[in-house]
């Protein structure tokens, strides 16, 4: 399994937001899945430019943070 760091995750995000392109589209530029950015979107929708940092993982409800232990590998 491929693995993204959070520049990466922030640069994809902001393509989708900023160029007015699908994200389906901007996911298939990428190579990535568009669910894994429609993920990506969500965290940031969520918790803005810290959406990738470990601040964002600690502010999480355990049972969301079960859910991304399992997915990461912290």
């Known amino acids: 399994m491929k693995t993204f760091d959070k520049e990466y995750k922030l640069m994809a995000v902001k393509r ?3 160029s007015g392109k699908p994200l389906a589209e ?3 530029e990428l ?3 568009p669910n894994t950015l429609h993920g990506w979107m969500s965290k940031f929708g969520k918790h803005g ?3 990738f ?3 964002a993982i600690c502010m999480m409800p ?3 943070y079960a859910n ?3 997915k990461s590998s912290i």
């Open 16 to 18: 989708v937001k900023e």
């Open 26 to 28: 901007v996911a298939r």
């Open 31 to 33: 190579d990535l899945s």
């Open 49 to 51: 430019e810290n959406a």
């Open 53 to 55: 940092s470990v601040v």
């Open 62 to 64: 355990m049972k969301n």
């Open 68 to 70: 991304y232990a399992k």
